[in-house]
């Protein structure tokens, strides 16, 4: 906190960055370049995987833990959801190549700040457990994967594909 007390404010622009820099770095398998916009004990979990990884070499072996399913994996971030508690919902599609098959499909994730920095990061194939852990209900859902953003929330920030 700074010397004032008061909770430091992280802009939502700000947080949309520090998501797809991090994203862009687990996409090039770049854990210290992952880690460098996370705070100390980051903490990841992602549906899938029976752990949760804490820090930066958590975030090494989580690149370790997927490059030995895919031989190629890519997240495309769709859109942002910026929610009132700070936190930022996206949904992305993902794209993975192994010896055995090709697949695609959508994930949620959501991603939590502190002091300006990524403090946790959880990962959902099931998108309704994501709207849940968002503390979003079926009305504000409804609309989410259109171009207007739900009722009673900021409009959906779509992106620009993820260039590697």
Request: aromatic share 6%; with cysteine.
């Amino acid at each position: 906190m700074p010397p004032n007390g008061s909770p430091v404010r992280i802009d939502p622009v700000d947080r949309r960055a520090t998501v797809r820099t991090f994203v862009r770095a687990l996409g090039r398998g770049d854990a210290e370049a992952a880690a460098a916009v996370c705070t100390d004990d980051v903490r990841l979990t992602s549906q899938g995987f029976e752990r949760a990884w804490t820090g930066a070499a958590g975030i090494a072996a989580l690149l370790d833990a997927a490059a030995g399913r895919w031989d190629e994996h890519r997240t495309i971030p769709n859109r942002f959801v910026d929610l009132p508690d700070g936190r930022i919902l996206m949904l992305a599609s993902v794209s993975g190549r192994s010896a055995r098959s090709h697949s695609g499909y959508t994930v949620a994730c959501l991603y939590a700040f502190a002091d300006g920095r990524l403090s946790g990061a959880d990962a959902y194939h099931d998108q309704a457990a994501a709207f849940a852990a968002a503390g979003l209900s079926t009305a504000d859902v409804k609309g989410l994967g259109e171009a207007a953003g739900p009722a009673g929330l900021p409009r959906a920030q779509p992106l620009s594909q993820n260039p590697r």
